[in-house]
């Protein structure tokens, strides 16, 4: 797939009249074989000709290269106390600090990999012009997914230091420094660092700039392609051993895959799903509610039909002791009795229809007797109580009888016939 190089050569300053910036950049693309489509330099206006929204390999970050210039980034080696990484980055800061003359705050701070005990290599930028290049590419609709020092790609070692030339400069790297000079202090330059090996790259020393080298270090020269210095660049990134100064906040955004966006579905669904799962057990949970209210409800209909005469519960608790009291139970009881006072409650409950109303039942354990009293229509219905449970092996005593205006006010005793 190919790739979009871009070379930053200024500042991005904003047009007076707002449309716009004022930026001088050299571009390239190149291809995925490694040949270039074509390159050049050009202002703010052409960069847009070249930056086409529409075209999909632009869409990926990772299409997209940009070299800063080394007049406008610091490199610095930090020597920060910490334990951990974590301590160390977060100290970083004020270990960087006394390399800058203004306020660190101001500053973004891009940093290589973080070892204990080891300095920290980092490349300091003012946010205010770091912000700017940024706003720039993405007002292009480029959106890139490294800024990289041009002096980090060149070659470079302990012992080795490059040379850039580009027209009237060059640009000198080292491991812990880079700086781009005029060609009249470039002697003076490299006798301050202490290397052994020395690589010009696009252009040679001359025999009076080798003359003056103390240490006598090796020269050696490595041509430029007709593709130019950012060619050279673009060739160097995938050894090179650089820091993406695209960190922290200016992180790039990378671009959603086909997958994504599927899985992006599927987790809508799922979420969907889970809403419709969650309003089913919120209904739900109101239908149970409103169940429990209402049997609620017909448990003390039912006691205040079965005893009218009496004061009505308040509460669901008093209902169930109330209704355990009438019909003989302290709520333990369990074994034969127990079967037998469920025993002659039922049998009398399927006699007894609609022939009357029981005003109250009591259960004797030691007689297994079931007392009922209780309202009749008449007393012919008595006798037809009396016949029906006898039929069933259930005797009933009469213990008393009394004719109301409302019916006949009936006492009974049922026990099993022995």
Not at 88 to 116: N, S
Not at 256 to 279: C, D, E, K, T, Y
Not at 290 to 310: M, Q, V
């Amino acid at each position: 797939m190919p790739r979009l190089f871009i070379r930053v050569l200024s500042e991005a300053n904003v047009l007076p009249d707002g449309e716009g910036y004022e930026l001088g950049v050299e571009w390239l693309i190149r291809e995925a074989d490694g040949s270039v489509r074509g390159g050049g330099v050009t202002d703010y206006r052409g960069l847009a000709d070249i930056a086409d929204p529409n075209v999909d390999w632009l869409g990926d970050p990772g299409n997209t290269v940009v070299f800063l210039p080394s007049q406008f980034v610091l490199v610095v080696n930090c020597e920060v106390p910490g334990r951990s990484a974590a301590q160390i980055r977060r100290a970083l800061p004020f270990a960087a600090e006394e390399f800058v003359a203004t306020d660190i705050e101001q500053m973004h701070i891009a940093h290589g990999a973080i070892k204990p005990g080891t300095p920290v290599l980092c490349n300091i930028v003012a946010h205010e012009v770091m912000q700017n290049w940024l706003d720039c590419f993405k007002s292009l609709g480029v959106n890139p997914g490294a800024f990289i020092l041009d002096a980090a790609v060149l070659p470079r070692d302990e012992s080795t230091a490059s040379v850039l030339f580009d027209g009237n400069t060059a640009l000198v790297a080292s491991m812990a420094e880079a700086a781009t000079i005029d060609r009249g202090n470039l002697v003076f330059a490299l006798n301050t660092l202490d290397v052994e090996h020395i690589v010009t790259i696009n252009g040679e020393l001359s025999d009076i700039e080798r003359g003056q080298l103390e240490n006598n270090p090796e020269v050696e020269f490595v041509a430029v392609s007709d593709s130019g210095v950012l060619n050279f660049l673009a060739e160097r990134v995938p050894d090179a051993n650089y820091i993406n100064l695209l960190q922290e906040r200016y992180q790039a955004a990378r671009p959603q895959s086909a997958n994504a966006g599927r899985w992006r579905a599927v987790g809508a669904l799922a979420a969907i799903w889970v809403v419709v799962a969650f309003l089913g057990m919120v209904v739900q949970g109101f239908w149970a509610s409103a169940e429990a209210d209402r049997l609620e409800a017909e448990s003390f209909a039912l006691y205040k039909e079965a005893f009218p005469r009496e004061s009505q519960p308040r509460t669901l608790d008093q209902l169930r002791r109330r209704m355990r009291a009438k019909l003989g139970q302290s709520g333990t009881g369990d074994g034969a009795d127990s079967s037998t006072f469920v025993g002659l409650t039922a049998q009398f409950a399927n006699v007894i229809d609609d022939a009357g109303i029981v005003d109250s039942l009591s259960y004797t354990e030691q007689r297994q007797e079931l007392t009922v009293e209780l309202m009749l229509k008449s007393y012919a219905d008595l006798d037809v109580i009396k016949e029906k449970l006898a039929g069933e092996g259930v005797e009933v005593e009469v213990v008393s009888a009394e004719q109301e205006e409302s019916g006949a006010r009936s006492r009974l005793r049922v026990r099993y016939a022995s």
